[in-house]
């Protein structure tokens, strides 16, 4: 999607949530989509030397509250942020390597996620819960640590 639109999605979910799309908020959400991948909060301040570490802490907390952007929870100090699927329109999975945190996204073919959906839809008429998407991330080695 082109970054305008992007800007003016986070800005309404901001709004939202009484917060203002500061320039630092905003040059953090640019950092995650030239990233296309998921990135740690090291390799943000890497991208954009210009960030001050406190502020992207502080600043990535807000952005997630409001549903902006997904923290991907590998171990220790190796979380990943990414952008939320709801402002990139790609549903997606992740492999995490459990050894050294590496996060990579993959795809699945669309007859399997219809077939995941289905699986999932029972789970949730069982449970009397009403399913509103999934994620699903495979935990292992990478291919440096196996
Ligand atoms: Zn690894
Ligand atoms: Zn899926």
Do not use: W
Request: net charge negative.
């Amino acid at each position: 999607m082109s970054a305008d639109l992007l800007h003016d999605d986070v800005a309404s979910l901001l709004r939202t949530g009484d917060h203002r799309y500061t320039t630092g908020r905003r040059r953090i959400i640019s950092t995650l989509n030239e990233a296309g991948a998921p990135v740690t909060i090291l390799r943000i301040l890497e991208l954009d030397t210009g960030l001050a570490q406190s502020s992207v802490y502080r600043n990535l907390a807000i952005l997630e509250e409001v549903g902006a952007v997904v923290r991907i929870v590998t171990h220790d100090d190796h979380a990943h942020y990414e952008l939320a699927e709801a402002l990139t329109d790609h549903h997606h999975h992740h492999l995490i390597c459990t050894h050294c945190g590496v996060v990579t996204d993959f795809q699945l073919a669309p007859d399997t996620e219809s077939t995941l959906d289905k699986a999932f839809a029972r789970v949730g008429k069982r449970a009397d819960f009403q399913i509103d998407g999934h994620r699903l991330d495979l935990l292992g080695s990478c291919a440096e640590c196996a």
